[in-house]
């Protein structure tokens, strides 16, 4: 049984992939709102419901078909996805004009700050897209495409934070929906060129096609530096991470006053004071309980151990210990 579209075909379900119809109009209202919503109450499991229902990615990758082999499906397909756009930021505007909310939650922090890995799953994504046109028995991956990168939900993003006058932040949710949109392009375009003959060559021909891998390269200098960011954030919270279990291993097996005169809980490092706050959490027998004087000893062992300075705090909860013979009212 053949499993792949001929190329006559491949052009006809493109040619259809574009169309500005109803279809396509009705899902990306409902996707909008689904997203615009889950957005709102922070919700991932419905902003993951509406990239299912999105046909972005339809129009998207018939672009990348017309950039190799018909201009015209290019012009018709960037108008069904501006169309599209224009519909989603100006309903999600409208959306969180109405709902006023002052504080937005984390699933639109986080695609508020693209980087690297975000292009990468888009070119990925891209061409698993296209490979889902070409096999039919890979159709059905094409619904895990539309969750890996997703289209909608950045450009809701867009709408709600331009309704909230937060500038900055939307911002980087434009420049997360133009690494989607690229990347997806670009993805899709290198898999036609690796799979169909008739379009190898045409791509160094290809005007279009140049541009929108050079743009997608462009992309690579403002996304590199996010994922740096990320990258040195990530080391220095392994860092503190690592120097925190030190001392707390340290507060258990090489002090006196923390390991016999009381019961190490937890400690907590407040790196934003100057110097890093230590709170050690302690259980202890008696409620006066490291004193001063202990404390400040054990805040200049830890400084013996450590590379930088610390201050020290202990919180303190006192241990009551009841057995058969206790008693509460002052008898036996």
Known sequence: MVDSLSFEELAAEFEADARLDADFLVLTLSASLIASFGLLADSAGVVIGAMVIAPWILPLRSMSFGMLHDPALVGRSLLTLAAGFAITVSLSALVGAGVGMPVFGAEVAARTSPNLLDLGIALVAGAAAVYAKIRSRAVSSLVGTAIAVALVPPVCVLGLLLSAGEWQAARGAGLLFVTNLLGILSGALLLLVATQPQLRRRLWRSQMGLVSLLFTAVLLLPLSNSFLQLVRQSQRQLAQRRIEESIAKSLKTETITIGRDSQLVGITIDWTSKPPLIRASVRVNRADLPTPAQVAAVQQ??????????????????????????RDDGKY
């Open 301 to 326: 062992f830890i400084n013996s151990k450590q590379p930088q300075r610390y201050q020290l705090v202990v919180q303190r909860s006192a241990i009551d210990i009841i057995g058969p013979g206790s």
